[in-house]
Structures are given as C-alpha cells and as structure tokens.
C-alpha cells in the first residue's frame, strides 16, 4: 500500500512538473510573438515619420519598367508634387508664395502648419500678409500675378524645415531655415540634417545662405527697429552631423550689409568662461 501511495505522489508529481513546464513554455511562446509585433510596429512608425519628415537622396523610378528618358540612361523619375494656395504677400505689387511638397506615396504625406497675420505697410497704404511655415517642404515658388510667371527659391535639392516673409524698408524677404546638405551620413534630407539660414530678395530673386563650418541653425530673432537678425546656431562638437544638447553662439546678420558678425563681443565670452570655471 505505501508503494502504491509513493508511486502516485511520484506520478502526480511529474505530471503537475509537465504541466507547469508547459504552461511556462506557453507563456515565453506568448510573451516573444507579443514583443515582436510591438517591435515590429515601433519600427514601421519610426519608418514612416522618418519618411514623412525627410526627402530621400536617391530619385526613385517611374513604375512602368518599360518607360525610360530619351537617352536611354535609365527610367524616368516620378516626382510628385503638392503646390499650396497661393499666398498674398504684397498686394500693391501683387506677389504670392506657393509652398511646394512631395506628394509622392513612397514619401509619406508632408504637415505642415501656418500663422498667418497682417501687417501695415509703413511706406503705403497698402496691408501686407505675413506667413510663418513650419513643417517639410522641398521648395518656395514666387508668383508674380502682373507678369504672370513664378520663380523658384531653390535651384538644387533641399529640405525646408520653415520659413516666413518679411517686410523691411519696402523689400519683401523670405526668412528660411533649410539643409542642403545629408550632414548625418543617413541617405535623406531632413530636419535631423545641420540647418543654414536662407535669405530670398524677393525683388532681385537672390538667394544667399549664412552657415558656418559644423554648426547648424536652431533658431533666429527679429531685432526690433533694426535691419538686424539674430541667429542661434548649435555648435556639432562630436562633428556628428547632427546637434544633440550642443553648446550655442550667436550670430546677428544685417540686411543692409549682407554680411553675418558676432552678435556679443568675444572678451564678455571670454569672461563668462571665466567666471564658468
């Protein structure tokens, strides 16, 4: 009888071990296809907003294989564009911005977000829009409504992180914080990329870029009653192509001389260093 009872605890034993080992292995079964397609789905995200927010270097194919240019080089390229209303900039001279986006399905679809406000023009009577952009775009249009053409900002590949008109003296500018330039080595423009500020004279169709050697423009500041612009530009000290809680400096640019200077004199730098120590 006790040989009986053991070998029924013994037996009870080994089946409750099998079943807690299956119930284990269930669980760990579970747990792994869980964690896979959450992975799975953080990527796909991490994928699309890094497509949404970019444009990619390498021009992608037109679909029909058989379609290709004239020269036989390969198949045509197949951009697609989105070109926003147009926007009243100067109603005496009758100018309008049109921002323009990819549209391409393979880019994802582009935000972007505006202000938009009027002021007085002090040397007329007439009222000027002022619009702030933020968001992706691949390029600005100027479209003269008396002349009937447009003309486009950028001659060459670049991505817009945001941009504005300003009115000084009677000239109409484009403020712009753009990169041109695939500084963190990963196939695509985007926002991640050092930015340069752009100024657009609207008048003599003239673009000029401000940059400095690895440094990239975080924000800039409309000096009041002045024709000056303060920058802020992170310094990539790790030369990384990217800023990630980099120290600044400030910059001014001047609309009148063209030219961008220090914004504080080097020896109060230099004294704040000092005192930093």
Same mark, same amino acid.
């Given at each position: 009888m006790d040989k009986l009872t053991t070998y029924n605890q013994r037996l009870l034993a080994i089946i409750g071990t099998l079943i807690v080992g299956g119930l284990l292995i269930v669980l760990l079964i579970g747990a792994f296809v869980l964690g896979s397609e959450l992975f799975g789905s953080r990527r796909a995200d991490d994928d699309e907003d890094s497509s949404r927010d970019s444009f990619s270097l390498r021009p992608s194919g037109n679909r029909n294989d058989g379609d290709t240019n004239s020269k036989g080089a390969g198949p045509k390229t197949d951009i697609k564009l989105t070109f926003e209303s147009p926007e009243l900039i100067d109603t005496v001279k009758q100018l309008y911005l049109i921002p323009v986006t990819l549209a391409d399905p393979d880019q994802a679809l582009v935000t972007d977000s505006y202000d938009v406000t009027n002021e007085p023009d002090i040397e007329s009577s007439a009222r000027t829009g002022v619009f702030e952009h933020q968001g992706s775009y691949l390029n600005i249009i100027v479209y003269n409504q008396l002349a009937g053409n447009g003309q486009m900002v950028y001659k060459k590949p670049v991505h817009i992180n @945001? $941009?504005? &008109?300003? /009115? $000084? =003296? @009677?000239? !109409?500018?484009? /403020?712009? =914080?753009?990169? &041109?330039q695939d500084t963190d080595k990963n196939g695509r423009l985007s926002y991640r990329d050092l930015q340069a500020f752009y100024v657009y004279d609207v008048e003599v169709n003239q673009l000029q870029e401000i940059s400095f050697p690895n440094m990239g423009l !975080?924000?800039?500041? /409309?000096l009041h009653n002045s024709d000056e612009i303060a920058l802020t530009f992170g310094v990539d000290q790790n030369q990384n192509g990217k800023l990630w809680d980099e120290p600044t400096v400030l910059k001014k640019y001047s609309l009148a001389t063209r030219r961008a200077t220090d914004l504080l004199d080097k020896r109060l730098v230099n004294q704040l260093q000092q005192i930093g120590k």
């Open positions: @945001g $941009f504005r &008109n300003y /009115l $000084f =003296k @009677g000239k !109409q500018y484009l /403020l712009i =914080k753009a990169s &041109n !975080q924000e800039y500041t /409309l």
